[in-house]
């Protein structure tokens, strides 16, 4: 043993890193034997130094990862270097995972695999929670969508039924009224017409709501008819001049996927309309190899990126939120491109399968 030690010490100093080293190290001869090991490794894996050097790699690795020990002697003898994952099992039967570097040392005068061990247990279980709370927040995001789409559903037609039935009775009162006044006898005539004016003005706001809600029928397939009749829709009662251009797009998309980009179009309007006061909006689409593109640029007054996650987490804005989650959930690519008075951008990418 301390003639051990001291080989190692001639070693350039690889001795003091050895005993005193917070990674396990294992020395292996070319059949996978332990020759020597380090203090930490004792700890880490419950043997004492005695029973490591009778032991092999096999007896401390789980059998999953047999395999990889093979190919950790064979890398070190051939590369001169190897890195991997996998898991020991300790004296007690127990397991934790390990991240294991090996190099290829010499050590007695010959040739060895020297292997570096770190235990990365903490690390792994911190990393699968982080998962698990990852998978949990795209369920929750997932249901949010849905019930948007539901709700969407919903208030379209509520306010179809209710509020947009009245204002229509109310706008023919209001007709039916002035047809029969003599004009000239009712002081009041200017403040009746005003309010035939705002009435038609919110039958319309509630038709741009609706058009901005409206939900594409479970067997509409046809992207590109679907978005032209949404920006015409909205072309009738804005002044706002949209451009539409596709190009290409002779794949046939399946439903979720029409649906998806059908609704980041809705999305994307409704901020414009509610945010951007622009004159001009372009919207492409159009095939690449093996994705479908949408961009959707307007000349708006645009707004600081840098600020959207934290306005996003403190009034609960969700539109951007839930446009880039729609394209995620097709395994697509999402980003939205503004700063102040020079528009914004928002491109979307999903592919095919
Ligand atoms: N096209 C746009 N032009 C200007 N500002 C925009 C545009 N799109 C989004 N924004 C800004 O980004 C913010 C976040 O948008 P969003 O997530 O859809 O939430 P919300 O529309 O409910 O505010 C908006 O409040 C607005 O300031
Ligand atoms: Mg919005």
């Given at each position: ?25 294992n020395i292996y001869d070319e059949n996978g034997h332990i020759v ?20 092999s790699g ?14 950790f002697l064979?890398?070190v ?35 060895r695999s020297l292997s ?238």
């Amino acid at each position: 043993m301390d003639k051990k030690k001291s080989q190692l010490r001639d070693g350039a100093h690889f001795g003091e890193l050895f005993y005193s080293s917070r990674d396990a190290m294992n020395i292996y001869d070319e059949n996978g034997h332990i020759v020597n090991s380090n203090p930490r490794a004792s700890d880490m894996l419950g043997y004492s130094h005695d029973e490591l050097v009778r032991l092999s790699g096999p007896d401390i690795i789980h059998p999953k990862y047999h395999a990889i020990f093979e190919q950790f002697l064979h890398d070190v003898s051939n590369k001169g270097e190897f890195c991997a994952e996998a898991i020991d099992v300790r004296k007690d039967g127990s397991a934790l995972n390990i991240e294991v570097w090996g190099t290829r040392i010499l050590y007695d005068g010959k040739p060895r695999s020297l292997s570096v061990v770190r235990d990365i247990t903490k690390m792994k279980a911190l990393e699968n929670q982080l998962a698990e709370e990852l998978k949990e927040k795209q369920r929750l995001i997932e249901k949010l969508i849905q019930s948007h789409d539901l709700n969407a559903r919903q208030i379209s037609r509520e306010l179809h039924d209710t509020i947009g039935q009245t204002l229509t009775s109310i706008k023919m009162d209001v007709e039916n009224i002035l047809a029969k006044l003599d004009l000239a006898e009712f002081p009041l005539e200017k403040n009746l017409i005003s309010i035939g004016n705002k009435t038609v003005k919110a039958i319309r706001d509630l038709k741009d709501i609706n058009v901005l809600l409206h939900p594409l029928e479970f067997d509409d397939l046809d992207l590109i008819g679907s978005i032209r009749d949404f920006l015409s829709a909205i072309q009738k009662s804005h002044k706002i001049q949209v451009q539409f251009f596709t190009r290409g797009m002779t794949h046939q998309l399946d439903h979720e996927k029409t649906f998806a980009l059908y609704r980041i179009v809705q999305e994307a309007f409704t901020n414009i309309l509610k945010h951007a006061h622009a004159t001009r909006v372009f919207v492409h689409l159009y095939e690449k190899k093996d994705y479908v593109a949408l961009t959707i640029e307007d000349d708006g007054v645009g707004f600081e990126i840098k600020k959207l996650e934290a306005d996003t987490l403190r009034d609960k804005r969700l539109g951007i939120h839930i446009m880039r989650n729609r394209a995620i959930e097709h395994s697509g690519y999402f980003s939205i491109d503004s700063s102040k008075g020079n528009g914004t951008v928002v491109v979307v990418e999903i592919p095919f399968v």
